[in-house]
C-alpha cells in the first residue's frame, strides 16, 4: 500500500512557476515508477510527466518539454514537478502516481492504466 500526498499548488501568473511535491508513504518508494497527471474542467486526465524507479529515465508530454522538470528523492521518498513559464491553459488539478516497477528499473509509464495508487490532487491555476 502506498499513500500519496501532493502540495504546492497554487495561484501563479503566466510566466511564473511552480513546484510541486509529492510524498509517498511505506518503505518501498523506490519500487514504483512515479508519473503527474493533470485533469482539466471537462477534459480527460491527462499526461505530464514520469521517472522511472530508480530516477535513470523520465518522460514529458511534448507540450511541455522545456518547460517542466520531474525528479525523485527516494530516500525522502518524494517526487517532485517543478514547472516553469506557466501558461493558462496549465491550469487544472495535478496528480502524483504510483506505478509498480519490477525490472532494471528503467521503465516509466505514460499511460493512466498502469498507476495503482493516486494522491487527492492539488490545483493550479494560472491567471492571464
Known amino acids: 500500500q502506498v499513500q500519496l500526498v501532493e502540495s504546492g499548488g497554487g495561484l501563479v501568473q503566466a510566466g511564473g512557476s511552480l513546484r510541486l511535491s509529492c510524498a509517498a508513504s511505506?518503505?518501498?518508494?523506490?519500487?514504483?515508477?512515479m508519473g503527474w497527471f493533470r485533469q482539466a474542467p471537462g477534459k480527460e486526465r491527462e499526461f505530464v510527466a514520469a521517472?522511472?524507479?530508480?530516477?535513470?529515465?523520465?518522460s514529458y508530454a511534448d507540450a511541455l518539454k522545456g518547460r517542466f522538470t520531474i525528479s525523485r528523492d527516494n530516500a525522502k521518498n518524494t517526487v517532485a514537478l517543478q514547472m516553469n513559464s506557466l501558461k493558462p491553459e496549465d491550469t487544472a488539478v495535478y496528480y502524483c502516481?504510483?506505478?509498480?516497477?519490477?525490472?532494471?528499473?528503467?521503465?516509466?509509464?505514460?499511460?493512466?492504466?498502469?498507476?495503482?495508487?493516486w494522491g487527492q490532487g492539488t490545483q493550479v491555476t494560472v491567471s492571464s
Open positions: 502516481a504510483a506505478a509498480l516497477s519490477m525490472g532494471d528499473g528503467s521503465r516509466y509509464y505514460e499511460k493512466v492504466g498502469p498507476y495503482e495508487y
Open positions: 511505506g518503505r518501498t518508494f523506490s519500487m514504483y515508477a
Open positions: 521517472m522511472s524507479r530508480s530516477g535513470v529515465k523520465s
